[in-house]
């Protein structure tokens, strides 16, 4: 049984490693660039800022994305 562990924990290891080195790919890709940050705080309002400060970058943009959208295509819905 030991010589069984011995042979399958390397194996194990070497997924694990693979496995993690793809999430830290997907970690390590900037998800808003600074041109976007600059756009967002030189033209947020307060209520965008509080979304900010609760929910992160991606509640906030969303929001902040949605006021800026042209009022004809806020109505559409799919």
Request: aromatic fraction near 8%; charge should be positive.
């Amino acid at each position: 049984m030991f010589a069984f562990l011995v042979l399958l924990f390397p194996v194990l290891l070497m997924i694990f490693a693979m496995l993690m080195s793809r999430v830290e790919d997907r970690l390590r890709t900037p998800v808003v660039t600074q041109d976007v940050v600059g756009e967002f705080l030189d033209q947020a309002q307060p209520d965008e800022v509080n979304t900010l400060i609760r929910e992160g970058w991606t509640g906030a943009l969303a929001r902040f994305r949605r006021r800026r959208r042209p009022r004809g295509r806020r109505a559409r819905r799919s």
